[in-house]
């Protein structure tokens, strides 16, 4: 009896990757069509999830508030404006707090790195809970400061300090943290690095031998006393404005490197305001769309102003650095026009809904972008437009994969190449953080120091200027076309570069999807149109020039020009004046934010960036290769062959799957019938 | 009247050589400007024979008797607690020293060690059901070498100590309605004051019961004490007017103790004298003529200065933690013995526990580290030193934390597990006291519990490690040529297309299946009724 | 004088009549009950601040039955979370189940299974006897062959299941199986089951065992509502079937000798108050439910029964 392969379980290649191949030369095309109606339909606030509260413990809003001791806070606001030069901020807090009769210590803090010399005094207070145990607390933080706002939230914060020592109901202790944020126009920005020696010093990181991944960025005094642990964290100032009446309450959720609060804390704080204050909510600055009948803007406002926040800005309040240290925090502008009872209500409430939690905040989502106050976007959903974004380069990358053989050889320069970019990186950062911004070449070791030390020579250089003029030289170009890669091993080397891509877009859209989708619109045409094959030298001579002016740095400056109404929200006006304004501050605010607060941006872009936009002039460059022709050929081969089985599957349809016994059929019969085909139609 | 009882009881036992004692005491202090101290103490002890009057019982509390008898306890503290003890304003916490949470240590008599711990055990039950606590869980047991408490600290060769603390245990009301029950005078006397309106809303409030049991040839003697402390708080009596019983117990005292030996009310004063008012020889007390004290607001002035001790975490993540113990000497030296108990759920690293002292380096350290045998078993670390004065010492406790299996974690996993308190014996040339610090609860890693994504994580494992390699090795087959037939073909994959239509429709419009199955048997039911 | 004398024995005859046709009809409204103590199994099982409402439900009906007469000894109360003393209760020491009631947990309340020992395992234990030999006696259920059982199961639930403490659940499988072991071991004579939550009537579909009458609060397509909102303490307080339950108990059945019957108590909750449909299930009762009295479940009536055998107690019994 004759035998036959009834299956052969899955052995051949299967067939749907070589249909996908076809698609190769559109791909680029087609993802960004897809990726463009799929987030235009997905980032509809009409499409959206409706934001609910996940943690039904939360209960926000249900109780009652009974402050009553307005009396007090203004008494307290007459006294710190009276305040006598002599006195600080920080000594008024102390004195207030021992008269409630509550333990209150201050913190000096002092930052170590040079190019970021800051110093400051923090105060920290705590209530303690009556009959719990302290093993749990919850934070709320003021910036001190001597403007009219900053003085009411401080003198209403102990006014609530005085209420809620007499209460019998707290869970948690309460940890009260005035920050010292300097009077300078980035107070904000000191605030939240105050905020961040405290917390540093609060979850005893320092002593956890185990993880030293860097030195200590800030020296400050110890806690010395029992401290809880923290579930959640508020920051309150009166940045709300009312307009008309209608009070209008500012939220900030953004957090270094796209962390974001749990989307609970906000949902509550939402409700607290619409239930018990008939107040709104807005978000990014833009208040919900349907609410707000004096402007009309698109419905993809927030949404873009959500991913470029969560993109761009590292610290967009002094919440920001909370989530380094494991702490749901975000920042609560309430409404200037608020009356301390008001006020201090609200913060009582709010209070009062993070002390019903019993467990951590784990219900709901960490990840995910708000349309506006009560439609969201979880991450099952966003992260599609990536994928499809994506999609061409991987295609690329089993094209090229199909091309490897035993000749291929893996090219060194990948590695040569990310070394330099390390070194760079941590170059930039030592000088940073020993020396400063200005720095000046010396003989002795280690070749570097301060304006004015021994042996120096040279002017003082500015350490921006010296990385701008460092990386934006196409030190790939003059590389390659010294010395170009062996042809067997161009493959590989367009393989690592479309896979270092992708994988780092969707590891970054995981965690920061604003910067991962805008690095993918960007980056996805570059590097797929790149390392495509390229059959005439003026092409690939005609590319690498082009990308040799899109270094990353170059990209952005054109981009923020490009867009004024969104990038002014977090690029100064100012630096639009000059040229070099933009990629100037750009890569000063990049270097202070990775050594300060540990941003990733800096590390993206010298460790992948400027390295992968290295690598490809490798790829670029060469022209007409044989190993591009060679697998033309075999694909259009295998092309024909399949149509000719195709059509023969076509003439026997009981058998779907043909034995592979039976002779194959002649390509001559069924190209002609298919060219026939072709020809009827 | 009283003389009548008091006299039967002289004769009672007079005749039998049974002898049974109780007394009762409240003291009242106030150790800050709106915070008053109350202790309450009820003794009661027993001295029989123990061939002839073991089932004669005046007033001590059978069940207490029959507690020591089957299980052959020789001492049995058990404490429970809630709040802080501060540490810093309030002086020396009340001895047995209580940690927040339930705390309890037993001597007694056993064959061996897995007899011991079988005991332990059915005495932690027994102990549930009649103080009505949940301390069944208690899993944190050990066997101390050096001094835990103050009561327990004489050693005695043949007995077995087993210690365990459960922290997150909530002590209410139905503790206290237990306790009162084991007093001789439940509804006379001051135990009538032990109303809980107000004894649980206070900063802390701790009580115990302390067992013990001497036995010499035939003559036994068994103590109990029945303890409660509260310090509470009233914030509008600012200055105002001093406390009496109506503020601090909602209620006054209006009747007395006839059968105690001694019934007395203790006032400490501002200088630290002590007003005693007797109970007992009270004349003119009655339920219309309840009486009231005065209680004087000013803190007292002397307070005895007592170590300071109090536990911290460091670090916030899922991987690694620390504790420290900082413990601080007071102005004179003492010799200290700390013990902490690690539970099973986090791995501690040996090598890096270390102390670290100020003031002259780290004295010589005596230590004893158990690490008991069992799944869920918890390492004990005992350390002996001495302390100059004004010395602090912390010790340093890094630990692993890592995933448990399901069923070791509690339903709100997501909360944390505690770290019990650590308990310091400080002995001083003529005293010695204990005290605890603080617990501190830890964050683990959790799985996530919730059902989708445990699906599609079970899911997507099996596909990948087992689909593959079994597709492959179970479709390659040789088969002989047959002419397939189509329609059975079609057939299969129409059935086949109809499930998947029906399931996707299902879930869709949200069926639930257990509908489907009642809809189905109601149908079934319908045609196989008789019209 | 005839005219007195006929008026006369008619009114004494028909006064005669009517007394005994009244004294029929009392005797005749009732079954007589067949069981001779009254125990019951209390359980809340949700944890957390915010299930405040369950642990007033079950305090509610503890404080009734107590007042009918059921002892401590009798009722074992099973409370996942310890409400009073939680360092939230802004009144420590204290449960509501009103904004104006009374407080529920004085100085008289017996809580044998709480916080972490609420748990699935224990409930059946409890219901099957079969216990750790070191299990005190006040947390065992020693129900004999002459007990009426009361179960009552609060918390939240689903279709089929009642979830345990936010960690386990509780099948009508198991409840079924658990009743079942309960009836072929001789533990109860008759019981009531009573499920309060969301989907309840589905925690009684499986029972299969004789004697056994079943009261849900909703239908399985129906969720249970809860009752009042107490924003001073910031959590509901009572849901609205036990609300309805521990009314109708407060105020028509006052006393042992009541003549409230279970029917009555079955309507007590039309769906106009409690905003779903309550569930019966009585196809395993044998006794029509208007001729049985509420306090045979929820009061405790010392009932005696003569006996008329001779029974010699050896010395096995007196050591």
Known sequence: MALEIAKDGGLARPKILERILRLRKIALVLAYIGAYFCSQYLFDPV?????????????????????DKSGIAIQLYRRLTALPKSKSQQEFVMDVFSEFGLQCFTQKWRSTIAGYPKRGENVYGFVRGQRNDGAEAQLIVVQ????????????????????????????????????????????????????????????????????????????????????????????????????????????????????????????????????????????????????????????????????????????????????????????????????????????EEVSRMLN??????????????????????????????????????????????????????????????????????????????????????????????????NGQFGGSMDIVIIYLAVTMLPLGLYMFSIHPLRPTSIPIMRIFILLEVSITILCLSLINFGLGVFTAAIVVPITFLMTFESPEKTRSLYRSLVLALLHPITIITVLAWQTPGYSTTFIPKKEF?????????????????????????????????????????????PYNLAVDRVAAKDREEREAREAGESGEEATTPEDPHPPTSVPTAKPTTSNVSKRNKRKNH | MRELIGSLLVLVSFSYGLIEHFDEKVTLAPVRNNELRVDFRFNSDRRFDSRTEVNDFLTFPRIIQELLNRYAVHKLTVTMAHGRWNLDEW?????????????????????????????????????????????????VVTAPDFVVLENHKNRKRNLFKRYGVLSGETTCTENLTRLRKLLACKENGLSTLLHPSKLYNSLYHSSHLVIEQHREKNQCEAKMEVGVTVVMRNPSQKGQRPWSFA????????????????????????????????????????????????????????????????????GFEQQHGMLTVHITNDDSASKIQVTQIIPYYVHLRYSRIHWKCDKGGNPSIEKVLKNSKGLEAPTLLQYKMSLSAGQTCELIIPFDKHLLRLEQYPPDANHGMHIPASSVFVEKSQFSYSIHSN???????????????????????????????????????????????????????????????????????????????RGIETYFEKLNELK | MRHVLLIFSAIIGSQAVLNTGLQLKIDELFDTPGHTNNWAVLVCTSKFWFNYRHVSNVLALYHSIKRLGVPDSNIIMMLAEDVPCNSRNPRPGTVYAARAGANLYGSDVEVDYRGEEVTVENFIRILTGRHHPATPRSKRLLTDHQSNVLIYLTGHGGDSFMKFQDSEELTNVDLAYAVQTMFEDNRYHEMLVIADSCRSASMYEWIDSPNVLSLSSSLTHEESYSYDVDTDIGVYVIDRYTHYTVNFLNKEVKALNSSANMQDYIDSCPARKCLSNTGVRKDHYPKDVKRVRVTDFFGSSRIFQHLSEEIVLDDEFWA
């Open chain 2, 247 to 314: 503020d601090v117990f909602d209620r006054k005292l209006g009747s007395q103790c006839k059968i105690a030996r001694s019934s007395q009310i203790d006032i400490i004063g501002p200088s630290g004298e002590i007003t005693t008012t007797d109970v007992r020889n009270l004349t003119a007390i009655s339920g219309a003529a309840p009486i009231d004290v005065s209680i004087p607001i000013a803190a007292i002035a002397q307070k005895q200065s007592v170590v300071k001790a109090w536990s911290s975490q460091g």
């Open chain 2, 439 to 517: 617990a501190i609860l830890v964050l683990l890693p959790v799985p996530d519990f919730s059902m989708p994504f445990n699906v599609i994580c079970f899911v997507a494992t099996a596909f990948a490690l087992v689909f593959g390699p079994i597709q492959l090795y179970s479709t390659l087959w040789l088969a002989p040529v047959v002419k397939k037939s189509q329609w059975g073909r079609k057939v299969h994959r129409a059935i086949l297309l109809v499930i998947i239509v029906f399931c996707l429709y299902a879930h869709m419009m949200d069926i639930n299946l257990n509908e489907v199955r």
């Open chain 1, 144 to 347: 001190l400061g001597h403007s009219e706002s900053a003085r009411r939230m401080i003198t209403r914060m102990l006014s609530f300090v005085d209420y809620a020592k007499d209460q019998v109901y707290w869970a948690r202790d309460f940890v009260f943290v005035f920050v010292d944020g300097g009077h300078g126009p980035d107070s904000i920005e000191q605030a939240a690095f105050a905020l961040d020696a405290f917390l540093f010093k609060y979850q005893k990181i320092e002593s956890l031998t185990s993880k030293t991944r860097r030195n200590a960025t800030v020296v400050a005094d110890e806690i010395q006393t029992q401290t809880g642990a923290l579930i959640a964290g508020v920051v309150y100032d009166l940045s709300g404005i009312s307009v008309k009446g209608q009070h209008i309450i500012n939220i900030q959720t953004n957090g270094l490197n796209g962390q974001q609060v749990n989307l609970d804390v906000f949902n509550g704080i939402v409700k607290i305001a619409d239930s018990k204050h008939h107040s709104k909510v807005a978000i990014f600055g833009t208040l919900h769309r349907h609410t707000n009948s004096y402007m009309e803007y698109s419905p993809f406002t927030v949404p873009i102003k959500a991913l470029m926040t969560q993109a761009f800005v590292s610290i967009e309040g002094i919440h920001s650095v909370m989530g380094k240290y494991g702490v749901q925090g975000l920042t609560v502008g309430l409404s200037h026009d608020y009356t301390e009872r008001q006020s201090v209500q609200f913060v």
């Open chain 1, 47 to 67: 499409n959206m999830e409706v934001t609910r509260i996940s943690e039904h413990s939360l209960m926000p809003g249900l109780v009652t508030p009974k402050f």
């Open chain 1, 356 to 453: 019903n939690v019993l467990e951590r905040l784990h219900q709901s989502y960490f990840m995910y972008v708000l349309a506006d106050d009560m439609h969201f976007l979880s991450i099952g959903f966003y992260l599609l437009p990536t994928f499809i974004l994506i999609c061409p380069l991987l295609i690329s990358a089993y094209y090229e994969w199909l091309k490897v053989d035993s000749n291929s050889e893996i090219p060194l320069a990948v590695i040569g190449i990310h070394l330099g970019g390390y070194a760079i990186y941590l170059t930039t950062q030592w000088i940073f953080t020993n020396i400063g911004e200005v720095f000046a070449f010396s003989t002795e070791f280690p070749f570097v120091g301060p304006d004015g030390c």
């Open chain 1, 577 to 621: 004046d000059t040229w070099t304004g933009v990629p100037i501050m750009f890569i000063r605010n990049m270097i202070k934010n990775d050594t300060a607060f540990g941003s990733w941006h800096f590390y993206l872009i010298t460790i992948i960036g400027w390295p992968v936009w290295n690598m490809i002039f490798s790829c670029s460059l």
């Open chain 2, 91 to 139: 002086g020396l916490p009340p001895q047995p020293s209580a940690p927040a949470g339930a705390q309890v240590f037993a001597e007694f008599e056993a064959v061996g060690e897995e007899d011991a711990d079988e005991r332990m055990k059915f005495l932690v039950e027994a102990l549930n059901g009649v103080l009505c606590t949940s301390i069944s869980h208690i899993k």
